[in-house]
């Protein structure tokens, strides 16, 4: 159980265009995801926070307008990268935390994250 | 805010051996909870290992075990009986209120053959 996975696994772009990325609780339901950014060689930061139905929440330092987070049902957030360019080139990793989950403290479940590149 | 520090980025132990990272945290909540996270070659994030700030004893899982040392802001994992399939990057990270996570610069490591 408490599978999440990303779609698609890479995507190779030309600049200027928009890249869509999903991610799915496959077993459970999920009200909160969250959204990490990974250059390589380098650790997970927190881009945003995604609540279902209602908008994200972005960190600081973190363009609304760019990266575009939908969370339209309780199993599904997806993150669209617009206007991409080549310094959009990362590892984006999302994780959900399942809403019945018991006790204080709810683990996020982490995506095989999405490889893009921005040429 | 919180942060969390990992001063080795890089460790090297031979297959069998036992193996300690590092960590050290600051943050201004009472309560609070920290991970070991690993991520392999194929960039899964698995988690490691959890423990609640308010739970004195140390939390152990097989062959994984973290001295938490509440006063010091020290949390680190020990690796024992090392396997050759443990070489990854391993996160430490803490959760706030919020249910942020907030991870360290990591450490990789290698297992010797």
């Known amino acids: 159980g408490a599978v999440v996975s990303q779609h698609p696994s890479w995507v190779i772009c030309k600049s200027g265009t928009s890249v869509k990325i999903e991610c799915r609780s496959l077993?459970?339901?999920?009200?909160?995801m969250f959204w990490y950014r990974q250059f390589p060689k380098q650790s997970l930061m927190l881009m945003a926070t995604?609540?279902?139905?209602?908008?994200?929440?972005?960190e600081q330092g973190v363009e609304k307008d760019k990266f575009l987070i939908n969370h339209a049902s309780l199993t599904l957030s997806t993150l669209t990268v617009t206007s991409a360019h080549p310094e959009d080139s990362s590892f984006y990793i999302c994780?959900?935390?399942?809403?019945?989950?018991?006790?204080?403290?709810?683990?996020?479940?982490f995506g095989p994250g999405t490889r893009l590149t921005v040429l | 805010a919180q942060t969390v520090t990992q001063s080795q980025p890089e460790m090297s132990v031979q297959e069998a051996e036992t193996v300690t990272l590092s960590c050290t945290y600051d943050t201004s909540e009472n309560n609070y909870y920290l991970f070991w996270y690993k991520q392999p070659p194929s960039r899964q994030m698995i988690l490691v290992i959890r423990q609640e700030a308010y739970k004195q004893q140390n939390a152990t899982e097989n062959r994984f075990s973290v001295n938490f040392q509440k006063a010091a802001k020290s949390f680190s994992l020990k690796i024992s009986d090392s396997q050759l399939g443990d070489t990854a990057m391993y996160f430490c990270?803490?959760?706030?209120?919020?249910?942020?996570?907030?991870f360290g610069t990591g450490t990789r490591l290698a297992v010797r053959p």
């Open positions: 077993d459970f339901q999920a009200t909160t």
């Open positions: 994780s959900a935390r399942d809403i019945e989950a018991s006790g204080s403290y709810n683990e996020q479940f």
């Open positions: 995604s609540n279902e139905g209602s908008k994200a929440t972005y």
């Open positions: 990270a803490s959760l706030s209120s919020g249910d942020k996570l907030t």
